[in-house]
């Protein structure tokens, strides 16, 4: 019965917010520009950016290109800014240095090194090491009590390098919640007393991090198989009799490694969100103001390799750029304020979002909506919106304009914790998170360049978006009502 309750208000949210659809703003759409959002794309990913990690100094150029990029446009800074739109903030964070170096000893004194990031990468999080070790296989490498299960109850891990597999034991009966995450298994191999920790999967992908752990590395799955040759086992035929047996399986290896992790972890660091507002012109609306947000951050470098972070997210801190260049320099000034944020931290935790809603710059309050484009920049499967069934009038409003504007499908999840938007949400302000489906597979990976992107799905995402935000800009009256996933 409340599932049905829901559906008609869902049906009567369609119809009320189809009928309220602004016409097409001709003049600023045709303003809209793919190749201006490729441009400041290209900019955000300059080498000299290095991937625009969090309190490196490539992000601080980065920030100062955006901030250069408001000022041009004209956008004020918010009270408690200065002219350069700096929030500025402070995080510790651990670096992955130069010259890290992997190897497992095959026979006596016979070497294989493996290749940084083809083969291998040090997690964000790790110490620095220079140790050779007996290797121990302990499963999945899981600790839950809940669910029963612990890969190191018949093991010593004391002083050796803990290889594990990725992911949890797929069991139907056991849900083994979060215990699968990396960071938490290399928690648990800590506490058992290992020396180091090797997460293995399919392809290793960079992130950063704020804490510190013992040394850690994400290496490949099929180097395992190597080191089973002998008996005949493999990392599949692993996986399958623990599914089988519905018990860990760990083992002892004849073999040792040899980790080398360069890290250096720095306890303050000098970080910015970049913050700029357009400031409405309607008497009674002007005080409200509509959030546009994007993180500017990436991953940064690790070792030599630069993460530059074109799709994720150089394409969505574009989107919001040349989105204030076109209401500042081609719309008529709206009636509420729309302040536009490029986000610091967001691969550290979303930070800078937290930072943000914890020392708002303006009256939480008075706050009407939030948005967030985050991987924007390629893809033609369709424009998703995490939070869409959360806020079903909301996403309409984007059903509504792309069917309009003729785009791609939009379509529609729970709301998450995945991305800057969720500590708005968090505050009580409608919000939602858009990216594209369907884009390449760089995700977190050095390839992650801009001329993967998409022109045309840049300029879909710029006019879409600026559809939204002009309609919630200028609007008698913005009410979007929160539905609660009951299957959660
Ligand atoms: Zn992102």
Same mark, same amino acid.
């Given at each position: 019965?409340?599932?049905?309750?829901?559906? /008609?208000?869902?049906?009567?949210?369609?119809?009320?917010?189809?009928?309220?659809?602004?016409?097409?703003?001709?003049?600023?759409?045709?303003?809209?520009?793919?190749?201006?959002?490729? %441009?400041?794309?290209?900019?955000?990913?300059?080498?000299?950016?290095?991937?625009?990690?969090?309190?490196?100094?490539?992000?601080?150029?980065?920030?100062?290109?955006?901030?250069?990029?408001?000022?041009?446009?004209?956008?004020?800074?918010?009270?408690?800014?200065?002219?350069?739109?700096?929030?500025?903030?402070?995080?510790?964070?651990?670096?992955?240095?130069?010259?890290?170096?992997?190897?497992?000893?095959?026979? $006596?004194?016979?070497?294989?090194?493996?290749?940084?990031?083809?083969?291998?990468?040090?997690?964000?999080?790790?110490?620095?090491?220079?140790?050779?070790?007996?290797?121990?296989?302990?499963?999945?490498?899981?600790?839950?009590?809940?669910?029963?299960?612990?890969?190191?109850?018949?093991?010593?891990?004391?002083?050796?390098?803990?290889?594990?597999?990725?992911?949890?034991?797929?069991?139907?009966?056991?849900?083994?919640?979060?215990?699968?995450?990396?960071?938490?298994?290399?928690?648990?191999?800590?506490?058992?007393?290992?020396?180091?920790?090797?997460?293995?999967?399919?392809?290793?992908?960079?992130?950063?991090?704020? $804490?510190?752990?013992?040394?850690?590395?994400?290496?490949?799955?099929?180097?395992?198989?190597?080191?089973?040759?002998?008996?005949?086992?493999?990392?599949?035929?692993?996986?399958?009799?623990?599914?089988?047996?519905?018990?860990?399986?760990?083992?002892?290896?004849?073999?040792?490694?040899?980790?080398?992790?360069?890290?250096?972890?720095?306890?303050?660091?000098?970080?910015?969100?970049?913050?700029?507002?357009?400031?409405?012109?309607?008497?009674?609306?002007?005080?409200?103001?509509?959030?546009?947000?994007?993180?500017?951050?990436?991953?940064? $470098?690790?070792?030599?390799? /630069?993460?530059?972070?074109?799709?994720?997210?150089?394409?969505?801190?574009?989107?919001?750029?040349?989105?204030?260049?076109?209401?500042?320099?081609?719309?008529?000034?709206?009636?509420?304020? /729309?302040?536009?944020? =490029?986000?610091?931290? %967001?691969?550290?935790?979303?930070?800078?979002?937290?930072?943000?809603?914890?020392?708002?710059?303006?009256?939480?309050?008075?706050?009407?909506?939030?948005?967030?484009?985050?991987?924007?920049?390629?893809?033609?499967?369709?424009?998703?919106?995490?939070?869409?069934?959360?806020?079903?009038?909301?996403?309409?409003?984007?059903?509504?304009?792309?069917?309009?504007?003729?785009?791609?499908?939009?379509?529609?999840?729970?709301?998450?914790?995945?991305?800057?938007?969720?500590?708005?949400?968090?505050?009580? /302000?409608?919000?939602?998170?858009?990216?594209?489906?369907?884009?390449?597979?760089?995700?977190?990976?050095?390839?992650?360049?801009?001329?993967?992107?998409?022109?045309?799905?840049?300029?879909?995402? =710029?006019?879409?978006?600026?559809?939204?935000?002009?309609?919630?800009?200028?609007?008698? %009256?913005?009410?979007?009502?929160?539905?609660?996933?009951?299957?959660?």
């Amino acid at each position: 019965m409340k599932k049905f309750i829901v559906l /008609i208000l869902f049906t009567l949210s369609v119809s009320l917010s189809a009928q309220t659809l602004l016409d097409i703003d001709e003049r600023a759409l045709q303003a809209i520009d793919g190749e201006r959002c490729l %441009e400041h794309v290209q900019n955000l990913t300059d080498y000299t950016l290095e991937g625009r990690g969090t309190g490196a100094q490539g992000y601080c150029y980065a920030a100062k290109y955006v901030s250069e990029r408001f000022l041009d446009a004209g956008l004020m800074p918010p009270p408690g800014t200065d002219s350069t739109h700096y929030q500025i903030f402070y995080v510790s964070r651990n670096f992955i240095d130069q010259r890290c170096a992997f190897a497992i000893e095959y026979d $006596k004194d016979h070497w294989q090194y493996f290749k940084f990031y083809d083969d291998y990468l040090p997690f964000a999080s790790s110490a620095p090491a220079h140790t050779t070790k007996p290797l121990v296989f302990a499963g999945y490498g899981i600790v839950s009590p809940d669910s029963q299960w612990n890969d190191y109850e018949r093991i010593d891990v004391t002083d050796k390098i803990v290889i594990a597999l990725d992911g949890t034991p797929q069991m139907d009966s056991l849900d083994f919640g979060r215990s699968g995450r990396s960071r938490n298994k290399v928690k648990h191999a800590e506490n058992a007393g290992a020396a180091g920790f090797i997460h293995l999967c399919q392809k290793p992908i960079g992130g950063i991090s704020t $804490k510190r752990t013992i040394p850690a590395i994400a290496l490949r799955q099929c180097i395992l198989d190597s080191l089973f040759k002998t008996r005949d086992i493999t990392a599949q035929s692993i996986i399958d009799s623990i599914k089988t047996l519905k018990a860990p399986v760990a083992v002892p290896l004849a073999n040792r490694a040899q980790i080398t992790i360069n890290s250096h972890y720095v306890d303050s660091l000098q970080t910015m969100n970049v913050v700029g507002l357009l400031t409405g012109q309607d008497a009674d609306l002007k005080d409200e103001y509509i959030i546009v947000g994007a993180h500017l951050d990436h991953v940064g $470098k690790l070792g030599d390799v /630069i993460f530059p972070g074109a799709n994720d997210n150089a394409s969505g801190s574009a989107v919001i750029t040349h989105l204030a260049e076109v209401f500042t320099r081609h719309a008529e000034r709206p009636k509420r304020s /729309i302040l536009f944020i =490029a986000f610091s931290g %967001e691969e550290a935790g979303l930070l800078g979002a937290e930072y943000y809603t914890d020392h708002p710059l303006l009256p939480i309050e008075k706050s009407r909506a939030m948005i967030n484009l985050d991987m924007v920049g390629a893809g033609d499967q369709g424009f998703m919106l995490v939070g869409g069934h959360s806020y079903p009038a909301f996403a309409e409003l984007y059903q509504g304009y792309a069917e309009k504007l003729g785009f791609m499908e939009v379509k529609r999840r729970w709301m998450s914790k995945n991305s800057d938007h969720w500590h708005f949400y968090d505050k009580g /302000i409608p919000s939602l998170f858009m990216y594209c489906m369907g884009g390449p597979p760089t995700y977190h990976s050095p390839n992650d360049t801009y001329d993967t992107l998409d022109v045309e799905t840049l300029e879909q995402v =710029a006019r879409l978006n600026y559809m939204v935000i002009h309609h919630l800009a200028n609007c008698d %009256e913005i009410t979007f009502d929160y539905v609660e996933n009951e299957s959660e």
